[in-house]
């Protein structure tokens, strides 16, 4: 079949083959609960997302490069069995509603040399982190580096491959991911999503820390992603000795901003997906996780959470930083505040991109709608 003349985004086994086959790999792995939730992911983007054909393809591209993920993941575990033995002490989850700072403090945590965070181009590519210094000589992290060049969001998430970004990916390995309901109108499977386990796609995840830090073993990880909040106690029967950091910031700001953010990444994708569907969708998305992990916080020892408010870190990113240092009982060294405060001088250098425009009208919302979703 010529694959470039799809309008569809295909069927579980011929994603599967295809995967296989530019990979040259054919083990996906024990069990079948991936194929299960992409059945129902299919079936929502065939009877409910209003694709395009544009859409389609780049809907099917997303689901086979994590099918894809999935395989590379297989095999280096097969080569790398000693991934096995590496330990995970007191990791760190950063999460909170979408746009509420997670991406800057994520990244300024990452910063410091004792800590490690999954850089883009490895949770697509799972193996061993090599040497940094060669990382331009890869083919694989330089075709990845252009796509991302042209990815077309400066301005609203920039993205760089050698740089450390959410964690979503490695649970895309399991099809298991607020991800998909973030570019497509798929409510079926946001419904079978928030009944399902997701504690075997956290096995997974962690397994794939395992392996990307193989060669970094002493570091801890910092990892940040907006939907641990929807999984709570699957993220913390897999990482018991995690610290979650919760962000906050006024959920009117927060929605109309990822709102912005979804449509835009995913514009001519759909004739569903956009204006008060969209709004309507992700309104309820976001309210439903927030309400979720309040909820399961509350049956947590409390002392595991440390909050941030987006104002207080805005203003003094610093401050923001030791005060977190203090809850983990680390002492941030000399090191660590020097790769800090070049983080946030390059992340200064940046400010000059165009401006995110937005506002809760453009997708049906009113002020009063955010109000009472999350009362």
């Not at 969001?153 to 991800?179: A, F």
């Not at 309104?283 to 408010?309: C, K, N, Q, T, Y």
């Amino acid at each position: 079949m010529n694959t470039s003349a799809r309008t569809d985004v295909g069927t579980v086994d011929d994603l599967h083959a295809s995967a296989a086959r530019l990979t040259g790999l054919d083990d996906f792995g024990a069990g079948d609960d991936h194929r299960s939730a992409l059945s129902v992911l299919l079936t929502a983007y065939a009877e409910e997302a209003g694709l395009t054909p544009d859409g389609s393809k780049r809907t099917r591209g997303l689901l086979r490069a994590s099918l894809i993920s999935r395989l590379l993941a297989e095999a280096a575990w097969r080569r790398f069995p000693e991934h096995a033995g590496v330990k995970l002490p007191n990791p760190v989850f950063v999460t909170g509603l979408p746009r509420t700072g997670t991406t800057a403090l994520h990244r300024m945590l990452a910063a410091d040399p004792a800590h490690q965070g999954p850089e883009l181009w490895l949770t697509e590519v799972p193996q061993p982190r090599p040497p940094r210094e060669t990382w331009p000589d890869d083919p694989i992290f330089v075709a990845l580096r252009e796509a991302y060049r042209s990815a077309g969001l400066d301005g609203v998430h920039h993205m760089r491959p050698d740089q450390v970004e959410e964690c979503w990916r490695l649970l895309c390995q399991s099809m298991t991911s607020v991800s998909f309901e973030c570019t497509a109108y798929i409510p079926s499977y946001s419904r079978w999503l928030s009944d399902h386990d997701w504690t075997p796609a956290y096995r997974r995840h962690r397994r794939n820390l395992q392996l990307i830090g193989l060669n970094d073993p002493d570091r801890r990880w910092v990892l940040k992603n907006p939907s641990h909040l929807f999984a709570l106690d699957a993220l913390l029967s897999v990482y018991p000795d995690a610290t979650i950091i919760q962000t906050h910031r006024d959920p009117r700001t927060a929605i109309a901003s990822v709102c912005s953010l979804n449509t835009r990444a995913s514009a001519g994708w759909s004739t569903v997906f956009d204006g008060a569907v969209a709004g309507k969708a992700q309104l309820e998305l976001w309210s439903r996780g927030l309400r979720r992990f309040r909820a399961d916080r509350a049956r947590h020892d409390p002392g595991r959470f440390i909050d941030v408010r987006y104002e207080d870190f805005v203003a003094s990113p610093q401050r923001t930083v030791e005060t977190i240092y203090d809850r983990l009982g680390v002492r941030l060294t000399g090191p660590a505040r020097a790769a800090m405060a070049s983080f946030q001088e390059q992340t200064m250098r940046g400010t000059g991109k165009p401006a995110h425009t937005y506002q809760l009208s453009d997708f049906g919302l009113t002020p009063g709608d955010v109000d009472r979703a999350f009362a």
